[in-house]
């Protein structure tokens, strides 16, 4: 069976600092994971996807995670936060060729401080 | 219109009221969701369809009946509903249900309101 843990459910960073939101998974198998963005009052949007390809995935508005097979993490992170970043974020996980569940985190709301 | 368009975006009912969500799908994908996301909860799969056929309802109550005419259109159909149903309802589309192209595009949502 698969998991994801969002470690903390809210995150406050300046303006201009790096944010850095952490996700850890369990994955029987190759995993698919994924980061969504929503921003109040609207749906969910792709940020990005690891697929098994380059271990370091880069994302829109500057973000970008890194796939960490030892450490089962995939920590989404961006060298400077701007005020439009404040949303919640979720980190999902999927097994690519199971019958598992697309699996959504907790989320994490960032704060971003001026 | 790109992308996945829900109507309406907003929706207050009684309990005895019949109301449906729709969802529309214009990116060629076969797999449609419905979510339900209510204040201080996780993020709920309700049901999956893969080219129209249903292939996961995760214990909804019956009050919830989807529709999936065709591969671009999805319906939530609502009766009798609960003040706990009232949440924000996300609809969903990916190429695939599995495999590297599962990645699924949120419409908007519908908030729905129950008094």
């Known amino acids: 069976a698969q998991s994801v843990t969002q470690l903390d459910s809210h995150v406050s960073v300046s303006e201009g600092t790096p944010v850095l939101l952490r996700c850890n998974y369990s994955?029987?198998?190759?995993?698919?994971l994924f980061w969504y963005v929503q921003h109040p009052n609207k749906g969910l949007q792709l940020l990005l996807k690891y697929t098994s390809a380059a271990t370091l995935v880069k994302g829109i508005n500057g973000f970008e995670a890194e796939f960490k097979k030892s450490e089962t993490s995939f920590h989404l992170t961006k060298p400077s936060a701007h005020m439009s970043d404040a949303a919640e974020y979720f980190c999902?996980?999927?097994?690519?060729?199971?019958?598992?569940?697309?699996?959504f985190g907790k989320g994490t709301r960032l704060h971003i401080l001026p | 219109e790109t992308g996945v368009t829900q109507t309406p975006r907003h929706l207050v009912m009684g309990m005895t009221n019949k109301k449906s969500l729709k969802c529309e799908q214009h990116?060629?994908?076969?797999?449609m969701y419905w979510y339900k996301q209510s204040a201080k909860k996780p993020l709920e799969l309700m049901f999956v369809y893969n080219f129209k056929e249903q292939t996961e309802n995760n214990s909804v109550p019956s009050r919830f009946s989807p529709e999936c005419p065709n591969s671009s259109h999805l319906f939530l159909h609502l009766h009798t509903l609960q003040p706990e149903d009232s949440a924000l309802y996300l609809c969903?589309?990916?190429?695939?249900?599995?495999?590297?192209?599962?990645?699924?595009?949120f419409g908007p949502g519908t908030r729905l309101t129950v008094l």
């Open positions: 990116l060629g994908h076969n797999a």
């Open positions: 994955s029987s198998y190759s995993p698919s």
């Open positions: 999902v996980v999927s097994d690519m060729n199971r019958d598992d569940k697309i699996i």
């Open positions: 969903a589309s990916s190429q695939e249900l599995r495999g590297t192209r599962n990645e699924q595009f």
